[in-house]
């Protein structure tokens, strides 16, 4: 078992291969926090806790006289509410009486094998060699019979342990809860720095590094989607930790919608972090007997550096996140006609896209918006998914027949989420948008968002989508959505209970995730919210991949997918090589390029495949070919990044490493030039020392030592923009 309990010292261990996570049952019945970090033994931590009184940290009741236990600065594993934490609680709501006071002591645990169960949200499993145990606590508050349920799965061999919180309201009258975090994690101290992603449409996932300083750093979402603003990522790691060197501690939320995360240095110089469902709007009464649980959240704890954790997030992702059978199966390259066509197509123009495509091994074609309704520009239609047979005359499903004919697989875009005014729903069901009364509506891309927290609505996009898929032989979808949500008020619930809005939203989103993408495993789903407005784990439990931004840019795609890989594996970022120039920045960047930096991801393109002369085609040709060559080294091996393109304005490189090292790819773009250059080396990552490699484009065989050490070099006949891969092969040794 994983997971103990020591009734001598009252504390609670739980261990995984290379972590520990130590909690304790102080005397009065408080859950306090001892440890998290690097494996130790089954010690007694009691030296570290240091009661002293201190002004102005109030000592609760059941410590009588003594004036040195205090809430004030013990850490915590779950904070009491309105009872002397000062600090950023995981807990707020409101009592029947008025009182906003959750007290919550340890009233009874449970420790058992297998994982705890996340009801209507999607969560970690553990697959057959995992082993996985589970420990529940319990906090009861005497006086209003509410209780809190932490949930503890721990993920041995993978190094991770799962969170949950539950309220269960055990009392006699309701309760309103404004906050309830999935996880608080005390530290120590606060000699740490704060990792975090933060971005735009467009520009996603930046890569931001700050010293944790005294307050409260908060990065969130307040637009309904997880949001191309914030990531529901983040690291806490000290201060010398580096890609291969160091403590680092992961948090990543399995939740798409609002989200909080929070880092508190306190008076005492101590850490609080706290993660969760975002507290702004948010407030759902919980009647006797009823209960609310918050999303998982996924922490991981690694010493070996940023490396060593983005490799336990990624693993875990790809094995015990995804429910689609194509995470682990080679997914088709594939092309898209957004930036080929927009609104502007007919049959025959998408049919001779498709043709052109084969040429250049292309495998799967995808029909983007504009197939609907009057969709010939992005203000009307949406919620009309019935095909415009002006554009094509025998229907999806005859388009998709001519398609299969040319001997490629056949994709749709659809948005279901959202309604246009001018469409056809909205005049028949105004109530279904989100709005609140005597208001206009905010328009975001001139579009409204069905109300998903409404059971009716939900039922029929399950019914509407299930039949478009149905309808046809589709073989993937694309499942956008374009805007941030405003104007939150229901139709269907009591004042009281609009708080409640937003999470419905997201759980209604689930349930139509659960009704139409798990029925259909055959069909590939890719996530896209303008690109990657909602990258989150969440929706890779349901789609194997997401459209990872929709900045096409290969020199931005640079660091939108750096800053993707610290928590995402590679195999999860669908990427595209389009024209240039690039219709996002005007950039010019060689199609070899392009196509590098979509390799570091779900290779496909996204242009008008009838303006490539041969040489190009031949080009994407050989591209594809590589790809489907080297997919499993690229999609299930180590990820290693080798430069940080914030920092290196010259080279940004990253490594795919073969899980038993024999194989690794080397991929590098020249990001800068300047005149008479100088002679850059690349250190490579991940080899094994005694291992000899073979390197193409040099002659010989050199030890995986010499390659990490020294390095190889960068050809300096590279101009700016170009770029190069690079294969290593492990040689036999006689
Ligand atoms: C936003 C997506 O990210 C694009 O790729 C494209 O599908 C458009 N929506 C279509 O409206």
Redesign the pocket.
């Known amino acids: 078992m994983s997971i103990k309990y020591n009734a001598d010292t009252k504390t609670f261990i739980l261990q995984t291969d290379n972590s520990s996570y130590l909690m304790k049952i102080s005397r009065y019945k408080n859950l306090l926090h001892l440890y998290y970090g690097r494996r130790i033994k089954d010690e007694d931590l009691d030296y570290l806790i240091r009661l002293q009184d201190r002004g102005f940290s109030p000592n609760p009741n059941e410590a009588g006289n003594d004036r040195t236990f205090s809430l004030d600065f013990l850490q915590q594993e779950f904070s009491t509410s309105g009872k002397g934490d000062y600090r950023s609680p995981g807990i707020e709501l409101v009592n029947s009486d008025g009182s906003r006071i959750f007290s919550g002591k340890v009233s009874s645990y449970k420790i058992y094998k297998g994982k705890y169960c996340v009801k209507g949200m999607p969560s970690l499993r553990a697959v057959s060699k995992d082993k996985v145990d589970t420990l529940e606590i319990h906090l009861k508050d005497k006086v209003t019979g509410v209780e809190v349920i932490l949930g503890y799965s721990v993920f041995e061999e993978k190094d991770i342990i799962t969170r949950t919180a539950r309220l269960v309201n055990n009392g006699k009258a309701p309760v309103r809860l404004e906050r309830l975090m999935s996880a608080t994690v005390d530290y120590r101290d606060s000699d740490y720095d704060l990792i975090y992603f933060s971005g735009r449409h467009m520009m996603e996932r930046g890569f931001n590094r700050v010293a944790v300083e005294n307050g409260i750093h908060s990065i969130g979402s307040t637009r309904g989607t997880s949001s191309h603003q914030y990531n529901p990522f983040a690291i806490i790691c000290g201060k010398n930790t580096d890609e291969d060197r160091g403590d680092c501690y992961g948090y990543s939320l399995v939740y798409s919608g609002n989200f909080i995360f929070e880092a508190e240095k306190d008076q005492y110089g101590q850490l609080r972090v706290n993660m969760g469902i975002n507290p702004a709007g948010f407030s759902f009464v919980i009647d006797e007997e009823e209960e609310f649980q918050a999303p998982e959240l996924v922490l991981a704890f690694s010493d070996k550096g940023l490396t060593g954790l983005s490799h336990i997030y990624h693993d875990a992702f790809r094995e015990n996140l995804c429910r689609s059978p194509y995470s682990k199966k080679q997914r088709p390259v594939l092309i898209?006609s957004?930036?080929a066509a927009?609104f502007d197509f007919d049959e025959e123009r998408i049919l001779n896209i498709a043709k052109s495509s084969v040429d250049m091994g292309v495998e799967l074609f995808v029909l983007?918006?504009?197939w609907f309704g009057k969709r010939d520009s992005?203000d009307c239609s949406l919620g009309d998914w019935t095909v415009n047979r002006e554009k094509l005359p025998d229907g999806i499903s005859g388009l998709s027949e001519k398609i299969h004919a040319m001997g490629l697989e056949f994709g749709l875009?659809i948005?279901p989420e959202m309604v246009s005014e001018n469409s056809e729903l909205f005049r028949a069901h105004p109530e279904w948008c989100l709005r609140a009364p005597g208001r206009p509506v905010t328009r975001g891309?001139a579009q409204l968002v069905l109300d998903l927290s409404r059971e009716d609505v939900c039922e029929y996009l399950i019914e509407t989508i299930n039949s478009i898929v149905e309808d046809a032989r589709i073989e993937y979808v694309?499942w956008?959505m374009?805007r941030s949500i405003s104007d939150v008020w229901s139709g269907l619930f009591d004042k009281e209970n609009q708080g409640e809005t937003l999470h419905r939203y997201v759980l209604g989103l689930y349930h139509i995730m659960d009704e139409v993408i798990l029925k259909h495993p055959e069909i590939i789903f890719c996530g896209?919210?303008?690109?990657g407005g909602r990258y989150d784990p969440a929706m890779l439990y349901y789609q194997p991949q997401i459209?990872c931004s929709?900045n096409t840019d290969a020199i931005n795609r640079l660091k939108i997918q750096y800053g993707t890989s610290f928590a995402y594996p590679v195999n999860t970022m669908e990427s595209h090589v389009s024209v240039c120039p690039n219709h996002q920045t005007g950039r010019t960047v060689p199609l070899n390029t392009r196509g590098i930096v979509a390799m570091d991801g779900i290779l496909g393109y996204?242009l008008d495949a009838t303006k490539l002369n041969d040489e190009e085609k031949e080009e994407c040709r050989k591209q594809v070919e590589f790809f489907k060559k080297h997919y499993s080294l690229i999609s299930e091996g180590d990820y290693y990044r080798l430069t940080d393109p914030y920092s290196d304005r010259y080279v940004c490189a990253w490594q795919h490493v073969s899980k038993d090292k024999k194989k690794a790819l080397v991929s590098l773009v020249i990001t800068d030039k300047e005149g008479n250059d100088c002679q850059r080396y690349l250190k490579l990552k991940g080899l094994r020392s005694d291992t000899m490699y073979k390197v193409s484009g040099i002659k010989g065989k050199y030890s995986g030592a010499l390659l990490m050490s020294a390095g190889i070099p960068v050809s300096c006949e590279l101009r700016e923009y170009e770029s190069q891969s690079i294969v290593l092969k492990a040689v036999r040794e006689k």
Do not use: A, L, P, T
């Open positions: 898209n957004w930036e927009y983007d918006d504009g992005d875009w948005e891309r694309k956008d374009n896209c919210s303008g690109g459209w929709d996204e």
